[in-house]
């Protein structure tokens, strides 16, 4: 991995001018490349949580019972994907 620059101009005596990042794992078979994409790929799915959170009603459950709430999740990621479909005809692609 490669440092990269701070973005503001003043450094503190602890910090340093450069940013370094580091990800923990215990697999030894992926190349530290194949580690950053996977990890990345968390990042993805991260956001697709945060969208079914706050626009698809996953933050606040409607109901104290395991199994309507299971269906309720399982209709809102139907509407989510068709929803998502809606917008590649809109713009004219389709994504596979």
């Keep these: 991995m490669q440092p990269t620059l701070r973005g503001n101009v003043q450094s503190d005596l602890l910090d340093g001018e450069y940013v370094y990042r580091c990800i923990l794992t215990n697999d030894t078979e992926m190349s530290n490349k194949e580690v ?40 809102m990621v139907f509407l989510h994907n068709y929803y998502r479909f809606f917008l590649c005809i809109l713009e004219g692609r389709l994504r596979t």
């Excluded at 990345?40 to 104290?64: K, Q, V, Y």
């Design 36 to 75: 950053v994409q996977f990890y990345n790929m968390r990042g993805c799915t991260e956001r697709c949580f945060n969208c079914m959170n706050n626009d698809f009603g996953w933050g606040h459950l409607p109901c104290s019972f395991m199994e309507t709430n299971t269906v309720f999740m399982g209709i």
